[in-house]
């Protein structure tokens, strides 16, 4: 399906993850997924007393793309 990022507002094509109700770009709905992997895995591993730094980094790296990107594009194409 082709339409609005609803995280970026690019048209593009669409896909919608399994449990959400968003319709996202590829990068966007790449990005969205693998902090949600990466949060469970540090969640994990902060459970188990194991040290996540790295995870945590990883995460905080690809949420500041994320958003760098959201927030680049709603400058640029008002609504």
């Known amino acids: 399906m082709r339409g609005t990022c609803d995280s ?3 048209v593009a094509d669409l896909f ?4 959400r109700e968003d319709n996202n770009c590829s990068e966007c709905d790449s990005d969205i997924s693998t902090m949600i992997l990466l949060y469970e ?3 994990d591993a902060e459970r188990l007393g194991m040290d996540g730094g790295d995870l ?3 995460v905080i790296g690809i ?3 994320f958003l760098e990107r959201c927030s680049l594009d709603h400058r640029e194409a008002p609504r």
């Open 56 to 58: 945590e980094s990883e």
């Open 63 to 65: 949420l500041l793309r």
């Open 16 to 19: 919608k993850l399994p449990g």
């Open 8 to 10: 970026c507002d690019r």
């Open 41 to 43: 895995a540090l969640n």
